[in-house]
Structures are given as C-alpha cells and as structure tokens.
C-alpha cells in the first residue's frame, strides 16, 4: 500500500505528480443528497494561491477543478467524486542539473532510495502540488460538515518568531490577510521577518492553527483512532510539518495537574460553564462538544537562495546553489490543506461515530 | 470500527477494560519463523511498572502475560499470537460515590456522551490498564526488528522543568532509573519536583522520546502513511499524550532554512557525512538511515487528592475530591509505552515496504 | 496482514490453534447499549456440535465461552467484547508420524510452504476449530441484528446426492434435525448416504443455505463491497467451502433473459407485488428488502480412513491411513459457522450504510 | 467507506458514472520500476470491446486511456497510476421516460431506495462502464504478474446451454474468437443458441473461466483473506456475477472424499506428481503451486427488447418496452473483467506475502 488514500468512511486518495499531466482526487464515501457546486470546491483550491506578492510563487493562472463524477443535478450522489486539476506549466526543460544531486531539506534523497531511482525534474509526489488533492477533498468534507452545523477555521499562528496574540485575534481578517494571520500587529512583525529572510537569502518556518466549532459531543474512537491521533496523522502527513499538539499541546507537558484539568462552575441558573480548554476539546480521544484547537509545527521552506553543501547521486559532496525563484516561506499556503485535513478527519470520525450505539441504528433503521 | 486495531501489514488488536476479566492484545502478521519466549514480552510488561516507590503507585504483583496462540516449538507460526493479562483485584467495592460525577481530566463524560453509558467502575478503555496489550505486541514487534539490526531506545526527556541534557545523557541509566530517566543531574531535579507535587497535592507532566536506531532508508510511505505521520498517531493515541514532535520538532517552525536542512560535508576519504539531523531522520515521510527522533508530550495526571469542582452525571457541579492513592507522574510509565508503539509502527511500515520495488519481489519470489 | 479480521465497521479478529491453549475472537464496533448474555453466545457454539453420533465426532464436553470485556451490567458498552474458549484437550501424544507427511486434501502442504515449517501436531489455523471464534462474533452480529427485526436461518440444504426440497422445507425441523436439514425425507436419504460412506470408508460433501429476512433495502456497498461480494468472501473463507450461490446461483448462467428478471405485477389494490426473487434479493450488489438467500457448496472432508497416497515432506511418495475417527460428513457442523459469517457481513454493511447519506446524518445529529 | 477500492497493498480505487465526463481509476501499489506503456493498458480495454458484431453493442471509438500519473521514463515510480478515460458519448436526451419505472433486472431500484435518489440517465455506477477502471487496473496488476512468470487465462467456458469442452479446449483461438471461447464447436452452438436469443427478444447468460499459471506455492492469507475468498470477493463484485467456483466448485458438494482429495505418485525418479487439481490449486486458502481455477457464473442480460411488467417510481406496475439496441449476451465483455479482477487479487496476495516469513525479511534487508 503506498499509503494515498486517508479515512476509512470518509476517504480521500490522491495522485499526481509536480510535473505530470495534472494532480487530483477521488473522495470516496459522500454522503448522498448534499448541494455542491465546482465553485466550493475551486473558492477552497484559490486559498491555496495566497495574495500573489513576494512572499509566494506567483502562478499566473489558477489551479482549475474538474469534477468528472458523482454529482447529479447539483447533488452529492454518494459514490465517488473525482476530482482532477490539470498541470499547465510542463515546458522542457534541462533538468540535468538538478538530477545530479539531492536537494538539501527535501526528499530527493530518500525518495531515491526508497524506490531505486526518482522522477527528477521535481518534487514528485513530495511536491506541494500533492496537497491540491486533499483540499479539494476538504471542501467536500466541509460542506458536509457545514450542513450539520461543523465549521473549522484555520490560520497562520506564527511565522519565525511573530506570534498572533489570543487578545488581538480578528477572524475577519484571517482571509483578507496575504499572510492569513488573525492579528495585525503579528502580520506587520512577520513581513518585516520575511523581507529580512529574503535579503538573507534564507527562509523561515512557523505554525497554523485549526479550531473546528460546533462538534458535537462524542466524536472519536477510544484507543487507537482517537480523535486527536487520527487529527496528529493528518496534520503530520502533510510536507514539512514536525510538531503536533492538541490545545495547550507542549504547554500541557509543563503544567501542573490541578491547574491542567478544565474545570467546571455552576452558573446562577445553575447549568454548568466548562472554565478553561486547555486539552482542546478532546478528553480520552472523543470530543467533549468544546472547540477543538489543533496546531502544526511547520519547517522553514527547504529550498533557498544562498549556496549549500549537497550530497550528489554518486555520493560526493559538492556545493550547490538552487536557481529560480524561492518562496520564503510556506506557512501560509499550509492553511488550507491543514483546515482541509481537518475537515476529511473529523467527517470521517464523525461518520464512524453513526454506527456508536443502538439509539443511532434505531434512528435509521426504524 | 470501535478502532481497537492499529496496523495494516502487522497489527495489533488490543481488549480489556480496567474492571473486567482481564486485558489483552492479538498480535497479526508477525513473519513467521521468530524465535519468541514468553520472558521478552513478560520484560516488557515488567517495564511498565517503575521502581515501587513513592512515585508510582504499588501493585503488589506483577502483570502476567499468557501466550494462548501462534506460537510453536519457541518460534512464531505466522499466525496470530493472542496474549491475556487476567485482571487479579477485582474486589467490589462501592462504586456510588465516583458513579455520581465525571472525573476532572478524565474521559468519563465523554464515554458518556458517545456510548449513552459508562463503565463508571473505574476509567475501562481509557485506563491505563489499556496500554498493556500495546506493549506486549510492542515486545513482538522489536523481537522482530532486533534481529533486523534495528532498536528502539525510549526515556524519560523531561518532568515538569527538569530537563534532560544531550551532553549527559547516559543511555546505560535508563532501565536503572526509577524515572526512567538518562541524566543523574535532571533525574535528581525531577524527583525534588514530584516531592513539591506531592506535597501540594497535584501532579506532573513531562516528554518521552524514543531514538529508532539502525532502520534503513526508505521506509515510510509517501502522501498519508508517511513515517512520521504514522508514529504521530502512534503516540497520541497514547491517553495524556498531547504532543508530538520529530526532530527538532516545535523549534523548527523558529528555525531558518539555511540553518535547518541538514547539510553534508565530504569526509576525507570523499565519503559524504549528515553534519546534522534537524529531520530526525524524515525527509517526505521516509526514513533517511539515520536516527530517527521522535517526542511525546504528556499532561499531569489527572487525578489528584486536592478538592476540584466536577460536573456530575445530573447535571450540576460540585466540589469532590477523588479518594485513594494517585501517582504524582505517569510520565515514566509511559516510556515503554512510547517504545512499543514506535516498534508497532515502524515495523509495520518496514513490512510494507517489502512490497515497494520489483527488485525486492525479485530478490523474494525468484 | 496475516488476515484473521473480517470487517470494516464491525470487526471480528480470531485467533488460536486446535493444539494450542485455546482459540478466541476480538468483536470490535458492537454498537452499544446492546443487551448480550453469555448464554446467547454459548448457544451459537453449542450448535456448532451437532447431536453426538456416529456422523459427528463426540467430544464429551461443551467449548465454554468465556468473556472478557466489552459487557457492563448485561450491555454491550461499545467497546471490544473478547471470547475465549480454552481448550481442554491437550494431551501429549506421538505426532512423529504425522508430522513426516502432508495429509492428502488438507493445507498441510500449503502451510509448510507459506510459512517454511508448520505446527504438524494438527490443522493448526485451518482446523474447524478456528471456526469457532467466528462463531462467537457470528452470536453478537445476530443480536444487533435480532434487535432491527432481521433474521438469518441456514440449514444442510443437501448431503451428497440427497437434497432438501423447497415443497418440504420444514423451518421447525432445523435445529431438531441431527443434520440440521428442513426436509425429513432429504435427511433420511442423507443418513443412508453417509452409512454408506462409512461402510467404504469415504466421506460427503454438500450444500447450505442461508436465508436472511427482514433485511431492508438499501444494504451493500456498490462496486466492490456488495452485499454479494462481501458475502462470497465471507462463506469462501470458511474452509472446505468450493462455491457459492446468490439466489438462483449458478442456474441464472443457463437462464434466458426475460424469465431470469424479477417481475412485478400490481396487487388488487394497485400495491406492487415481486412475482420472483432469482436475484436472491441483491441486485446492484444492494439488497432490494427481499429475502436474501445464499448458498455455499462444502467439499466432502478430506479425512478418510481408507488408504491414500500421500507426499511426504522429504519429497516421496508412499502410501498413508490416517488413524483415529473422522466425521463422514462436516456439512452440518458448518451450518452455524456459515449462519455466524452471514450475520458478521451484514452488520457490517448494516454499519457502514448508516453514513450513506444526509438524511442519515441529520437523524444522528440533529 | 462507498466501497470503491479493492485490495490492501496493491489496491485500485475507480470511479465514474455511464453518463459522466468520464470513468476512471487510480491504482496505489504499484511496485517501483516495472517498465510499462499505455498501450499495455489500451490491450487490456479493446479487450472488453469484442469484435463489433450483432452480439455485441457496437461503439464507434475504443475507449482510450489516458495515463495521468505514477510513470516516469517508461517505468513505474512507485507513486498512484491514475487512468481517466473520458466519455465521448454524452448527447443530451429525453429521460423522462426511463426516470419513471425501474428497468426489470437493474438496480435501478435499490439505488433509489440506498441513496434517496437516482442518476436515471443510466446504470449509474453500476452500469458496464465502471468496469474500465478495473480493467485497467488489471492491465498493470498482469504486467507485474508477468515479470514474475506468472499469467492468467480467462475465456467464455459456456453461454447457455452450449458449454466448451476440455478435450477441445484450444487456447490459441480464445482472443481470435468473438465470444472468446477457446472450443470451437461450442462458439458454434452458442452463436446459434444467441440467434436464437435475438430472435425471441431474449439474452443469454453463461459462465468465465480464468487459469492463474506460474503462481508460486505460499500465496493467500489463512482464515479470512484466502485466496479463495479474494478471488470470489472480486468475482462476486462484477455485475451481473451471480455464483463463484474454485477448482471443481459445485460438483466438490457431490463428490466422495477420497475420489476429491488430490492425491500423488511418484514419477519413474522418485519425484512427486500431483495426479488431480479437484481444489483448483488452493488448500486451507493458500496456493500449492498448480494451476488455479476459478469460473463465474454470469446471469443473462437484464435488458431485453420484449415487454416486460416493471415498477415505476411512483408506486404502480405498469407494462414497458426499453428502447435501444440490447446485447444478447453480456458474458464474453466481461471475460477480460474477470481477468482483470483476478490479477489485481493475486498480486494484492503476492505483495501481501512479501512479509510473511523472517527469511523474506532477511532477504530484503540484509
């Protein structure tokens, strides 16, 4: 099993290569009779482009969606949708060069010895054009999820060392940002950093954060495909993610217990008011019906300006410089994919949660 | 899928509560032809009860693992090797009183919310209690990887703020540690700090890392089933783990890149040398050769003996205080916990691969 | 994937040998809230003994099923219900002879070659003692069912040349019938059938037949995972099982067109009324809320006391006789077994349908 | 999980609707380096076009495949071969008379009655399409079989009553002839028997028969992942497949034990020979190393010109004739399907294998 399929009711398995004829999806496990249109599923595509500035490769067209089945008059038909987005861009070129050596930080190397030998001219199936794939199968899941009252919103945390703060964050803006951060101030600090990466011919890392609301109580399955570990799997399939943590996530490890647990208050009426989040809404790997709060470590951009000791395919080692143009940071296109990879998880999760208990089957089957 | 099942190629299927009969695992696609005795999986459950001291609550036996399938004349079969551990202190006991409330922490009113009901004698699947099927078919798992060249070496990196250092770190200590810890100094830190736990009536959290040594390039599968994605979920699935990192893990995201892709020089006999593995040893989701790093996060335990407020099954909250004897950290329990499910996964992964190349099925079916 | 789990949503994992310490099955995704007593599960197993007499081996005690998780107060609690039954009958005994041949018509041969040796001392994992775990799972699956108003009835449809027929099918008889056949007239000529096979040493084959009532529309996956496919599967997985039926079966291949469709007519009240069921019930690998009606073909059982010539495992030739009693036929004790892989596939796909579309959903969740 | 991916290492996921943009099918396991052309592929699916003859639905334009992924330089790289074949024929018509009833012998109704509603412009998913993703799949599963020495054989044993002969059995003449029989008197009577057919407004059923060759010793999973049970799970899949056979199949229920059993004699130098294949080459689930047998019994066309009673959408029954040209016989389009599915089966067991032993292990990784 090369492992391209996620989810096991709710599944999506990706193909595609950087320089193949295109990348795409096949979600399989729709529910049947839900609305869709080509437009959810591209508006979701179109934030993986962040604002074309140069902090991100500008493409010059967008990546275009083609759903080839499982849509009938506007409606999800329960089997499966494919989804394929075309590559546009496959001039030929002279890629001599860059098969001579394995690019530092990325696959290269072990692509190559996993397989025998390795498709040169890019990342291959390590390419950030892999996740169009799943963001496309994330707008499937979140529409789904939309209708039954489930949204997840994610956005840049951190880029190098510019933080959003919880007190200034603004969920209007995470969208309008070119960086998709909530806090302004944050912003300001982190393109100032950006533009010193740039000079500096370097790049830099950072993290994303995905709060999914109105998940109902009980979602997850005990042991092993806990909520949580199923959402650490999908966040830590994605390139260039290294951490995972679930609400106060490293904090927690620092914490004491009495201050750790979320507690509770009676209310004047007497109802109760969960005090604080800090396991972010997931206790022993089920939802408790809080917000869920999940965050992604991400690398700095592997790929730089400045020059670089590289291993070569027959085993010296040489100093290389990679040409073209380098994003100095990928943080912000990670948004969507970790919102998507979210949404695929959850749906999933909440899928195998309809079979949980005897009132559920009665429900449908009665 | 309840998902008791981790594993595609070798599985484990673990059962138990904390309350009933007993605990258990049935371990799937061991290769066959493993000499296996029943002392290496009982030296693993044993590991799972530190130094009967102060910090860790006394049992006044061990956990005895009965071998009931799968093996013959002291050799794997190939087919499934089911393991019980029989639960010995079923003693009744009145329940009412814990009956009444969800545990601060714990995962009692989520079993509730999804199930309709709850064992509510004590914290059934979500006990810790769980995880001694996960170890014994971790003892399986690492029989098979030793004889493969590859070892797995997990430890207690941190409780609370104390900290272990790389520059002391003594791996001869490790088992000899009551806390399981490689560093005297941190180790000494560690123990006053669980003392000032106790005495204020709370508890600890900490980080466990495991160090997979000897495991070839290429295993890991690229898009979803990546190493490091598998052994993420792995790990969380752990109860009160909270995160994981790879590598240098969270510190990547303040990284730059220049300074984060690990670089190679030319030895003098030309040879190519890694100067450094930010990676941990992943690149793409595939094993690189070198060592691979990875950490969990774990919170406080949270059963603590000082009064907290606790929401009860009728709906109101109130003060409670949880009687008995509770361990001040679990963090060292959790190493070998930690351990077998690296074991679990990467050899999953490794049999995987097996089928990755037509010169592996060659070199097999020729 | 050493393949002891059947199931996606509902899960069964068996393990365990006919010379081991005993045999046993993990039932993952009870859905719960089920009210499940050890006497139903005992009841399953106990038909899997058919009337000790001169057709069946005796043995003198029951396999007692023992439960160690997965009940709390008389109800499933949603998580893994495991089943042992130990075995008692262990007595150390010569195998040197077996042990240096291949018993003509078992997986002796087979096994030695998958796995390089074999626990020669008995059908190891391809005993009909496997059997009973599923068996085990087969009682839990027909509760859940039991509980939505579905039925499943198998029953010996024939024993060699002596076939039940449709005119005489007695439902009552089944369980009374020592051969566990509807039709006395069919079981006398069976009788007479297998006296005659004892008398020249040789054994039957035969044919059984499983109904399922009650089922509702709806059920079956299309594509791969149809109701029929699931179902071959799961019929085809038990040993000695060389064919299996869907409806008309393999009669439909030598159909014409027009009379092999299920027609309608209109009821007096203008209801429609299915004229025939050729179909079994599935159409589109769907079930269309008809009876289902499968049927598997059992090979006679390869243990005869007369002599054969045999492979020895040191490559020759020579002539055997197997000592010790064999059953004449094995038909009737896989009566239960087929009923049990019935009821697991159906749950399963009853599971797995609950997520199939929206209106589904919002009757959970809303 | 819709249930539209088949296998476990080697798995193919397809999708597409008779009258969406197209059918596809993306093909995940596919061990690196195998060398392999689209026209390997485009062999395999003019496969399923027979010669254009009055037995067959003539189409103007092959069906043409067009490979988006998983090549490089002519090899496999080990990553998803995703295969669309895009839809020519997708002219706007009136529907609204085949939207009313539910074609007799389709599974028009149960898809109804699963999903709450109906693409009507066809089978949908379960229309004779679908199947060019499986065949597809099944070009790259035989071109890996093939490196391996192993090929596979499937011909059109019998259409009605006019069933091919073993002593007639001419392999060279199976892809000549245009029902694909390999027995030249049969293909003379069936081609009457189906004049016949068409003169009378009727179809014609009949059985497929695949030979697997070369297949090593070991391959199948004991208990439920059997070869056996695989390969009638993949038959069982195909529309239209209504009862599954291995090696001699029903007539094993009729036989006596030791008539069935294969027995040995030692040739002239001592060397065993195997003196029947009554089990078509599998004991306990696992190959032994002699030809496998499996045979499809295949119902006749649900679509005839002839009146017919259906039930409509509405409720009532009600007298229709389905316009169009109707085949009188579905069974030698679906030879290479039956091919296909066996193919992909067996590498998924073969890859599966891979793990199975320690000296398999040995052999990769040492």
Partial sequence: MAGSTFGTMFRITTWGESHGEGVGVVIDGVPAGLPLSGQQIQDYLDRRRPGRNKYATARSEADEAH???????????????????????????????????????????????????????????????????????????????????????????????????????????????????????????????????????????????????????????????????????????????????????????????HENNDAYKAAPDGSPVKLSNHAGGIYGGISDGSTILVRAGIKPTPSVSREQEALFADGHVDTIRIKGRHDPVIVPRAVVVAESMCAVTVLDLLLRNAAATMDHLRKIYE
Same sequence: chains 1, 2, 3, 4.
């Fill in 67 to 257: 759903i080839l089945s499982g849509l009938f008059e506007g409606r999800t038909t329960g089997t499966p949708i494919s989804i394929a987005v075309y590559n546009k861009d496959q001039r030929s070129r002279d890629y001599s060069e860059i098969a001579s050596y394995y690019r530092p930080g990325h696959a290269d190397y072990t692509f190559d010895q996993k397989y025998g030998f390795r498709d040169y001219r890019g990342g291959g199936r390590s390419s950030g054009r892999e996740t169009i794939g799943r963001v496309a199968g994330g707008a499937v899941a979140a529409a789904v999820l939309a209708k039954l009252g489930i949204s997840l919103t994610a956005y840049t945390a951190s880029i190098g060392p510019a933080s959003c703060s919880p007190e200034r964050f603004d969920r209007a803006r995470i969208l309008e940002s070119p960086l998709y951060m909530p806090d302004e101030d944050a912003e300001k600090e982190a393109l100032a950093f950006l533009d010193e990466c740039i000079e500096n011919q370097t790049s830099a890392g950072g993290t994303v954060e995905c709060l999914i609301e109105g998940l109902p109580a009980g979602i997850g399955e005990p042991v092993f495909d806990k909520l949580d570990a199923e959402l650490g799997k999908a966040l830590l399939s994605v390139g260039a993610v290294k951490s995972v943590e679930i609400g106060d996530g490293i904090a927690a490890s620092l914490a004491l217990g």
